[in-house]
């Protein structure tokens, strides 16, 4: 009997070759380590756009008349925007109708607050009444007021521009990265050869930050990038402000007409000495996206964002509006959806309303922007609790965490994970890979070799669009070539022959990789032979490519099945699990439900009776669509403001995977 795989030392693991499609996707449309028609009902008009209106006003008959702008009284951008909206309106019939009253009588709508030095009380004045009937332009041009302006800019990429998450594209950030999905981002620097940065505006988080210079002061958390954030040694902290005194202004670096940035000490800097009244006339960033040279480019061809111009006070409502008790689990929708509306791309937005990216963009801002969960979502990567499982299983109590789990941890307290040992993924109805790693959800796990440094394990229920042919090329009868992992073990045979046959293990065909009854494993030539003389079948065997890994070194295998992230199958239960992932074929558009379902069942065969939840299917609840009566925003069964089931979600998660990395057809879901 050959003796079990070992390993030698984590270098001995490599990146696996294996592709399964010749399909390449890229998860990194952003982030580089060098560096519904929602109109505001209020108005405000700075003077200086107060002056710009009433010129406008003048020469409003002749159409031809140039518009000149005093330098020092705008944005040049507010230029520009006019002449766009100039030649939008010589190009297209149609036509959008503003009126707006105030409580004033004067005929003069402008409303003028020279003790706001931010701008920001004014933006929710009383006294200020909009009625606006819009219809979308052609030209890419909505004004909400004559004083707010926005228009798609193509791709022109400088530093006050915005960058809105693109829709269109096959494969979007609902697997991966889903804090980009609709993401509205301001660019605070960018050079085409060097690298461009930025933050984004629509991620506000409850969680607060102290304030180690101002005594009984705390700053509201905005996750501005996944570049270095709050879980990083050195955070980069951005804090965006309209202040107008001299010293703030000396401070900061302006990015545009009234928007500046600075940094978190100068802030903290600027409340002690009185010029910002306190952490509120802030808006404070934690993190960057980044690009590098050329990167953005690239991707604006491939339509993976849409570039916008838009003016200051349009974004600095916007940023207002979501400080005053905007729910973090909305995760900033509304605002990418007004910008997409403005720049004439409404009917874009409302196409995708609601869709599988926005909920798991949801799920992604429920687990890191809301106070209290931490990133409970995709527990599995990102371990929340440290120590034994017993302080695990203390810390749990009373928690958020799934009851499943909590069964599972306790449980696993008497087992031990070794080679040979079948394990399936939690059956918490809040699967801990909803958001990463999404094809560990309700897998089927075989640990095949583990040493004091890592445990190896592969996956055997995710077959590929191709087969390996033990009968010779063209052959009908060809094995699924079944994915197992992202790696691949230095000097072992690419691919993992395995079965579970009773008349194999008399024939001495393999050998046991938990030195009991189980699953063998057998080397490709020995198993080639077998079938070539009859003595095999090829649906005797399972033929793996490619294998997951769990490193000793801060954290294990045996933790996440301590933690109820796994549980253990139990031995009388493997053989009839391997029979039915037997009866899966080749993937194919055509079988892709099939081969799911097949999955499905020997995941569900796989549970173990001593548990005290017998079923893993739930159980039927009632739904609400919105906020409204019985809706619980407490349920987090519940993806927020909808009414899809978190479990639901995740298996859909998982089918966008397969459907996306293996098939290599992610709008087949």
Same mark, same amino acid.
């Given at each position: 009997? #050959? #003796?079990?795989?070992?390993?030698?030392?984590?270098?001995?693991?490599?990146?696996?070759?294996?592709?399964?499609?010749?399909?390449?996707?890229?998860?990194?449309?952003?982030?580089?380590?060098?560096?519904?028609?929602?109109?505001?009902?209020?108005?405000?008009?700075?003077?200086?756009?107060?002056?710009?209106?009433?010129?406008?006003?003048?020469?409003?008959?002749?159409?031809?008349?140039?518009?000149?702008?005093?330098?020092?009284?705008?944005?040049?951008?507010?230029?520009?925007?006019?002449?766009?909206?100039?030649?939008?309106?010589?190009?297209?019939?149609?036509?959008?109708?503003?009126?707006?009253?105030?409580?004033?009588?004067?005929?003069?709508?402008?409303?003028?607050?020279?003790?706001?030095?931010?701008?920001?009380?004014?933006?929710?004045?009383?006294?200020?009444?909009?009625?606006?009937?819009?219809?979308?332009?052609?030209?890419?041009?909505?004004?909400?007021?004559?004083?707010?302006?926005?228009?798609?800019?193509?791709?022109?990429?400088?530093?006050?521009?915005?960058?809105?998450?693109?829709?269109?594209?096959?494969?979007?950030?609902?697997?991966?990265?889903?804090?980009?999905?609709?993401?509205?981002?301001?660019?605070?620097?960018?050079?085409?050869?060097?690298?461009?940065?930025?933050?984004?505006?629509?991620?506000?988080?409850?969680?607060?930050?102290?304030?180690?210079?101002?005594?009984?002061?705390?700053?509201? +958390?905005?996750?501005?990038?996944?570049?270095?954030?709050?879980?990083?040694?050195?955070?980069?902290?951005?804090?965006?402000?309209?202040?107008?005194?001299?010293?703030?202004?000396?401070?900061?670096?302006?990015?545009?007409?009234?928007?500046?940035?600075?940094?978190?000490?100068?802030?903290?800097?600027?409340?002690?000495?009185?010029?910002?009244?306190?952490?509120?006339?802030?808006?404070?960033?934690?993190?960057?996206?980044?690009?590098?040279?050329?990167?953005?480019?690239?991707?604006?061809?491939?339509?993976?964002?849409?570039?916008?111009?838009?003016?200051?006070?349009?974004?600095?409502?916007?940023?207002?509006?979501?400080?005053?008790?905007?729910?973090?689990?909305?995760?900033?929708?509304?605002?990418?959806?007004?910008?997409?509306?403005?720049?004439?791309?409404?009917?874009?937005?409302?196409?995708?309303?609601?869709?599988?990216?926005?909920?798991?963009?949801?799920?992604?801002?429920?687990?890191?922007?809301?106070?209290?969960?931490?990133?409970? +979502?995709?527990?599995?990567?990102?371990?929340?609790?440290?120590?034994?499982?017993?302080?695990?299983?203390?810390?749990?109590?009373?928690?958020?965490?799934?009851?499943?789990?909590?069964?599972?941890?306790?449980?696993?307290?008497?087992?031990?994970?070794?080679?040979?040992?079948?394990?399936?993924?939690?059956?918490?109805?809040?699967?801990?890979?909803?958001?990463?790693?999404?094809?560990?959800?309700?897998?089927?796990?075989?640990?095949?070799?583990?040493?004091?440094?890592?445990?190896?394990?592969?996956?055997?229920?995710?077959?590929?669009?191709?087969?390996?042919?033990?009968?010779?090329?063209?052959?009908?009868?060809?094995?699924?070539?079944?994915?197992?992992?992202?790696? #691949?073990?230095?000097?072992?045979?690419?691919?993992?022959?395995?079965?579970?046959?009773?008349?194999?293990?008399?024939?001495?065909?393999?050998?046991?990789?938990?030195?009991?009854?189980?699953?063998?494993?057998?080397?490709?030539?020995?198993?080639?032979?077998?079938?070539?003389?009859?003595?095999?079948?090829?649906?005797?065997?399972?033929?793996?490519?490619?294998?997951?890994?769990?490193?000793?070194?801060?954290?294990?295998?045996?933790?996440?099945?301590?933690?109820?992230?796994?549980?253990?199958?139990?031995?009388?239960?493997?053989?009839?699990?391997?029979?039915?992932?037997?009866?899966?074929?080749?993937?194919?558009?055509?079988?892709?439900?099939?081969?799911?379902?097949?999955?499905?069942?020997?995941?569900?065969?796989?549970?173990?009776?001593?548990?005290?939840?017998?079923?893993?299917?739930?159980?039927?609840?009632?739904?609400?669509?919105?906020?409204?009566?019985?809706?619980?925003?407490?349920?987090?069964?519940?993806?927020?403001?909808?009414?899809?089931?978190?479990?639901?979600?995740?298996?859909?998660?998982?089918?966008?995977?397969?459907?996306?990395?293996?098939?290599?057809?992610?709008?087949?879901?």
């Amino acid at each position: 009997m #050959a #003796a079990p795989l070992t390993l030698t030392s984590p270098l001995t693991i490599l990146l696996a070759s294996f592709y399964c499609t010749s399909c390449a996707f890229s998860f990194s449309p952003s982030s580089v380590p060098i560096a519904s028609n929602n109109n505001s009902n209020n108005l405000y008009r700075s003077r200086s756009e107060a002056t710009l209106l009433r010129a406008a006003s003048d020469d409003n008959d002749n159409e031809d008349d140039e518009v000149i702008l005093s330098e020092s009284e705008d944005d040049w951008r507010t230029f520009r925007a006019k002449l766009v909206m100039g030649e939008s309106s010589s190009s297209s019939s149609t036509t959008t109708a503003t009126t707006t009253t105030t409580t004033d009588s004067s005929t003069d709508n402008t409303i003028i607050d020279d003790s706001d030095l931010d701008g920001i009380g004014a933006l929710f004045s009383s006294e200020t009444v909009q009625s606006t009937t819009t219809s979308s332009l052609s030209s890419g041009f909505t004004p909400l007021d004559p004083s707010q302006w926005a228009y798609d800019s193509g791709k022109v990429i400088e530093q006050g521009a915005v960058i809105l998450g693109g829709v269109e594209q096959d494969f979007g950030f609902g697997l991966r990265q889903q804090y980009f999905h609709k993401a509205v981002i301001l660019v605070l620097d960018h050079d085409e050869n060097t690298f461009t940065k930025g933050i984004i505006l629509n991620r506000p988080s409850d969680r607060m930050m102290e304030d180690d210079v101002n005594d009984g002061l705390e700053w509201r +958390v905005w996750f501005g990038g996944d570049v270095q954030g709050l879980d990083s040694i050195l955070p980069d902290i951005v804090c965006l402000h309209s202040l107008k005194s001299e010293e703030a202004k000396e401070a900061s670096n302006q990015v545009m007409k009234d928007i500046q940035w600075t940094s978190f000490e100068n802030a903290k800097k600027l409340v002690k000495k009185g010029i910002a009244s306190g952490p509120e006339d802030f808006w404070l960033f934690a993190g960057y996206a980044g690009w590098g040279p050329k990167q953005l480019s690239g991707e604006l061809e491939r339509r993976s964002w849409y570039m916008c111009a838009t003016d200051s006070q349009t974004l600095l409502k916007e940023l207002a509006r979501q400080s005053s008790g905007v729910d973090p689990r909305d995760a900033g929708l509304d605002t990418w959806e007004l910008l997409m509306n403005m720049i004439g791309r409404g009917e874009t937005a409302n196409e995708c309303s609601g869709n599988f990216d926005d909920l798991m963009l949801k799920e992604w801002g429920r687990g890191n922007l809301l106070e209290g969960y931490g990133g409970d +979502v995709g527990v599995a990567r990102n371990p929340l609790w440290g120590g034994s499982a017993g302080s695990f299983l203390e810390k749990m109590d009373g928690s958020s965490v799934d009851e499943k789990m909590k069964e599972a941890a306790e449980m696993a307290l008497t087992e031990d994970v070794k080679a040979g040992t079948l394990l399936r993924g939690s059956s918490a109805d809040r699967s801990p890979f909803l958001l990463q790693k999404q094809e560990l959800h309700r897998s089927l796990l075989l640990v095949i070799a583990e040493d004091d440094k890592a445990t190896v394990a592969c996956m055997l229920n995710h077959p590929a669009t191709k087969g390996c042919d033990p009968y010779g090329k063209g052959s009908t009868s060809s094995l699924p070539l079944r994915y197992g992992g992202d790696f #691949a073990l230095k000097g072992q045979s690419p691919l993992i022959w395995l079965h579970c046959s009773e008349k194999l293990r008399i024939a001495g065909l393999g050998s046991s990789l938990s030195g009991q009854k189980g699953v063998y494993k057998c080397e490709q030539d020995k198993a080639l032979e077998a079938i070539a003389i009859g003595q095999a079948e090829n649906s005797d065997f399972l033929v793996i490519s490619g294998v997951c890994v769990w490193p000793k070194l801060g954290g294990s295998l045996a933790n996440e099945v301590k933690r109820g992230v796994f549980e253990v199958v139990p031995n009388e239960k493997v053989e009839q699990v391997i029979e039915t992932l037997q009866t899966q074929t080749i993937l194919t558009k055509d079988n892709f439900a099939k081969n799911i379902q097949i999955s499905q069942d020997a995941w569900e065969k796989a549970v173990d009776p001593r548990r005290k939840t017998t079923s893993d299917k739930g159980t039927d609840v009632v739904l609400t669509t919105g906020i409204g009566e019985g809706f619980d925003e407490d349920d987090d069964t519940i993806v927020f403001n909808s009414d899809k089931k978190v479990s639901e979600l995740a298996d859909d998660a998982l089918q966008k995977w397969i459907a996306t990395f293996l098939l290599g057809a992610p709008t087949l879901t």
